[in-house]
């Protein structure tokens, strides 16, 4: 696996933006104080994050193997954690009784994003022997992680205001 510049920064940020997602949920917990959208979909969001990134180096050594079945576990290991989160956002907000927000809908997005980007290049470069889809995948999965966390952070803000707005005009 050939790392070119802007790859290797992207990927470098993994551990800053797991750090990111926890003191953003630490920061949505002191300010929205009850359950809510945003509360449910920043806590699957950092637990999905740091289950991947803790999960990283022991994938990258099974993956260095020869054999389909090592590469597998690779793409299948994080196509199988986002669709889990997929479903965790669709559960706890049942569970929980709240209404979907704009942040949940951009999250569950992100995870199928993800998981498709990894299902697809995985059958593309091992079903059909090309490799088509290596730039959206090489670059893809990074930066939709590196950015998730401000525009959900950008939508919690907007939220929040639209609601203000909305209560002070009801005052």
């Excluded at 790392?3 to 929205?32: G, H, M, N, P």
């Excluded at 704009?102 to 079903?127: D, M, P, R």
Aim: aromatic share 16%.
């Amino acid at each position: 696996m050939q790392w070119d510049r802007l790859e290797f920064l992207l990927f470098s940020l993994d551990k800053y933006l797991f750090i990111a997602y926890f003191l953003c949920l630490i920061l949505a917990v002191r300010i929205e104080k009850k359950a809510s959208s945003v509360l449910i979909t920043l806590t699957v969001v950092a637990l999905a994050n740091g289950v991947m990134t803790s999960l990283v180096p022991l994938l990258y050594r099974l993956a260095a193997n020869d054999g389909i079945e090592y590469k597998f576990i690779w793409y299948g290991t994080f196509s199988l954690i986002d669709v889990l989160s997929i479903y965790l956002l669709y559960k706890f907000h049942k569970l929980m009784k709240q209404n979907v927000s704009s942040i949940a809908e951009l999250a569950g997005a992100a995870f199928l994003s993800l998981a498709t980007l990894q299902v697809a290049f995985f059958i593309e470069q091992y079903a059909f022997a090309s490799s088509y889809l290596k730039p959206f995948y090489q670059y893809g999965i990074p930066l939709i992680n590196v950015l998730l966390l401000p525009v959900l952070v950008f939508l919690w803000v907007a939220q929040r205001y639209h609601i203000k707005q909305r209560l002070q005009g009801a005052l």
